[in-house]
């Protein structure tokens, strides 16, 4: 171990880890009662005082739109103003009446489940349901507008948890998702309703009391799957490692990579049942497919995160980018070939660069009022570099025709 002083990932940052929760314990992270202990009671909590953790498995914010919002809750109305101006840009200029769902009003989708018409084959309701048209910044955005229909609704059935971190000042530990509904219910209902939210206090934050939750809700995809397998890895060595926190990485993939190497940091003894039982998995061979998902390229850790892909499509997509990169570094790519893209359809190749200088003009747009990281800035230099490259090879592409 380096002599360097590091911030410790161990106890200190995740709470007691020493040892996996009981079916009990799993409950009471959950619902914050217990039978052998004190109940933990939810509180009303200012959401302004509470922020996501950084390094929590799932993802609720799409990843173009995370690296400028920082978690920032003082920034949440420029964030979701962000959001669906994209998802418009996206529509052709066409408004998503989001607003409409959140008051239960007819809406598009609405209407069209109202006008079903049953199948004459009854089978043909159990074969792959068609392309919607809806992209993934727009599923996303309305999956959280439903959960925050159902809270305004119904009320918080289930409260959020959180965990001390400075002068009333909070980390989310379960819940970001239901504390970001009541910042949008906030933003156009106000702040009497919705200030704030029911929030169970608990003394550290712990990575297998997330892991529960997460498995509980059972829609993790499989780069959240990759994270919580990492998290869960570095509780398990925390007494014997420290491993580098998450702001020394110039991507988020890097610093659950830490635990990658299945040969270095092998699953330690009498502790495998317990990683499978906190991560849901029935058999152990699924623990290699997520440890391996934690060595794919960081693009196509983005895309796949924020478009849920499967164990599969992440693997034929990251065999692609492999293959193209090796016949680069033979010498048998052309001038036009660039880094390794999901797929090679021009569809997806152009998906790739509008989503890339999307992300650098968030950046600049960030720049403007001061409030740009270091690393952010490196990262975008280096979109900047890659960008302009593609763009020379597109001018002398089209010059030579």
């Known amino acids: 171990m380096s002599d360097k002083p590091k911030r410790r990932y161990g106890p200190s940052a995740f709470g007691e880890l020493s040892d996996s929760p009981t079916a009990g314990d799993v409950a009471d992270g959950i619902f914050g009662a217990s039978r052998t202990t004190k109940s933990i009671r939810a509180k009303p ?7 996501p953790d950084p390094v929590q498995p799932r993802r609720s914010v799409p990843s173009e739109l995370r690296s400028a919002w920082a978690g920032n809750p003082h920034r949440m109305v420029d964030m979701f103003d962000m959001w669906t101006k994209r998802i418009r840009e996206e529509r052709g200029g066409s408004e998503l009446k989001w607003k409409n769902i959140l008051e239960g009003d007819d809406s598009l989708r ?13 089978l043909a309701a159990l074969t792959e349901l068609p392309e919607t048209g809806i992209s993934t910044l727009e599923s996303n955005f309305l999956r959280l507008v439903d959960l925050a229909a159902s809270i305004k609704r119904d009320g918080l059935t289930n409260p959020i948890t959180v965990v001390k971190a400075g002068k009333d000042q909070f980390i989310i530990e379960t819940g970001e998702r239901r504390w970001l509904a009541y910042h949008l219910l906030k933003m156009v209902y106000g702040e009497k309703d919705w200030g704030d939210i029911p929030a169970r206090h608990v003394d550290g934050l712990s990575v297998w009391r ?13 780069i959240s799957k ?5 998290l869960l890895l570095m509780a398990l060595y925390a007494e014997e490692h420290e491993f580098e926190p998450l702001e020394h990485f110039e991507h988020e993939q890097e610093f659950y990579a830490q635990v990658a190497d299945g040969q270095k940091w092998r699953v330690p003894r009498n502790h495998g049942e317990k990683l499978l039982n906190a991560m849901g998995l029935s058999t152990a061979s699924h623990l290699r497919r997520y440890r391996a998902i934690l060595r794919v390229d960081s693009s196509i850790w983005d895309e796949a995160d924020d478009g849920d892909w499967t164990e599969r499509e992440i693997r034929d997509k990251w065999q692609i980018a492999k293959a193209r990169s090796k016949k680069r ?11 390794p893209l999901p797929t090679d359809n021009f569809g997806e190749t152009r998906k790739f660069w509008k989503k890339t200088l999307n992300e650098i003009a968030l950046t600049g747009q960030q720049a403007t009022v001061g409030e740009l990281t270091n690393l952010q800035r490196l990262d975008t230099l280096e979109k900047i ?6 763009l020379n090879n597109q001018e002398k592409l089209i010059k030579d025709k």
């Open 226 to 230: 990759a994270r919580q397998l990492a």
């Open 45 to 51: 909590t200012d959401i302004m005082k509470i922020k």
């Open 329 to 339: 570094d033979r010498g048998h790519g052309d001038d036009t070939e660039q880094t």
């Open 210 to 222: 997330q892991a529960s939750e997460n498995n509980a809700r059972s829609d993790l995809n499989a």
């Open 110 to 122: 609405g209407t069209e489940a109202e006008t079903l018409k049953p199948d004459k084959d009854p």
């Open 385 to 390: 570099k890659s960008l302009r490259e593609w």
